[in-house]
């Protein structure tokens, strides 16, 4: 959501948050958030003329932005790439957030990648984030937040990789190496991202986002006057 500009000159772009005890993606499963970051000229790290979208890495050309946002706990989209003469840049990756109190089992592809231009002159999205917190980690599915790339040599930058963390007490079998921010391919290349993959607990408070009254019961003060 504001995916599409600034408010009051402040980006605050939001993705998803998934709160579990346990949580399970099948081989066949994902969570996708690909190109669901901000759109083309728009995000912090928005390319200027023809340049990839930066977030946690670079993006590539001549005039890409800035990095931004924060390593260890990413929750911010990606950028969008810098339109070229004939079309618009691509969108950055989204935001996913997992929470899970218990046992995370990845077999499947949580993804958020910027978006790739074919044959122009613009400028490739930036990589989003993906960030899990869990007690329990395993499986043999991919987590990525790959920059997009652009396809045409003489064309525009690739964007910068997003940015990935995984926060665990307990490794049952992810391996940290299914874990990519990879910059994309283009006239510049894009830089690649940051991926944190770190034992050691993680405390994080859950402001409520909705109001709830169960029932009302009307209490009455009665004095003891003897």
């Given at each position: 959501?504001?995916?599409?500009?600034?408010?009051?000159?402040?980006?605050?772009?939001?993705?998803?948050?998934?709160?579990?005890?346990?949580?399970?993606?099948?081989?066949?499963?994902?969570?996708?958030?690909?190109?669901?970051?901000?759109?083309?000229?728009?995000?912090?790290?928005?390319?200027?003329?023809?340049?990839?979208?930066?977030?946690?890495?670079?993006?590539?050309?001549?005039?890409?932005?800035?990095?931004?946002?924060?390593?260890?706990?990413?929750?911010?989209?990606?950028?969008?790439?810098?339109?070229?003469?004939?079309?618009?840049?691509?969108?950055?990756?989204?935001?996913?957030?997992?929470?899970?109190?218990?046992?995370?089992?990845?077999?499947?592809?949580?993804?958020?990648?910027?978006?790739?231009?074919?044959?122009?002159?613009?400028?490739?999205?930036?990589?989003?984030?993906?960030?899990?917190?869990?007690?329990?980690?395993?499986?043999?599915?991919?987590?990525?937040?790959?920059?997009?790339?652009?396809?045409?040599?003489?064309?525009?930058?690739?964007?910068?990789?997003?940015?990935?963390?995984?926060?665990?007490?307990?490794?049952?079998?992810?391996?940290?190496?299914?874990?990519?921010?990879?910059?994309?391919?283009?006239?510049?290349?894009?830089?690649?991202?940051?991926?944190?993959?770190?034992?050691?607990?993680?405390?994080?408070?859950?402001?409520?986002?909705?109001?709830?009254?169960?029932?009302?019961?009307?209490?009455q003060w009665f004095s003891d006057t003897g």
């Amino acid at each position: 959501i504001n995916n599409q500009g600034a408010i009051n000159k402040k980006y605050i772009g939001k993705g998803v948050t998934i709160a579990a005890g346990s949580l399970q993606i099948n081989a066949t499963g994902s969570i996708n958030a690909d190109l669901q970051g901000y759109i083309t000229d728009v995000g912090p790290g928005a390319g200027g003329g023809g340049s990839g979208g930066s977030y946690g890495g670079l993006g590539g050309g001549q005039y890409p932005t800035t990095t931004y946002g924060s390593a260890t706990a990413p929750a911010d989209l990606g950028s969008g790439g810098g339109s070229g003469i004939l079309s618009g840049g691509g969108f950055g990756g989204g935001a996913i957030e997992l929470l899970v109190a218990g046992t995370f089992s990845n077999n499947g592809a949580i993804s958020a990648n910027g978006g790739s231009i074919p044959n122009t002159g613009a400028g490739a999205g930036s990589g989003g984030s993906v960030y899990v917190l869990a007690h329990t980690v395993q499986g043999t599915g991919t987590i990525t937040a790959n920059a997009g790339s652009n396809t045409f040599p003489n064309g525009g930058g690739g964007g910068g990789g997003g940015r990935i963390a995984v926060n665990y007490l307990t490794n049952a079998g992810l391996n940290a190496s299914s874990l990519t921010a990879n910059g994309g391919t283009g006239n510049t290349a894009g830089a690649v991202g940051t991926v944190k993959f770190t034992q050691a607990p993680a405390l994080l408070l859950l402001k409520p986002t909705v109001a709830a009254v169960h029932g009302q019961t009307t209490v009455q003060w009665f004095s003891d006057t003897g």
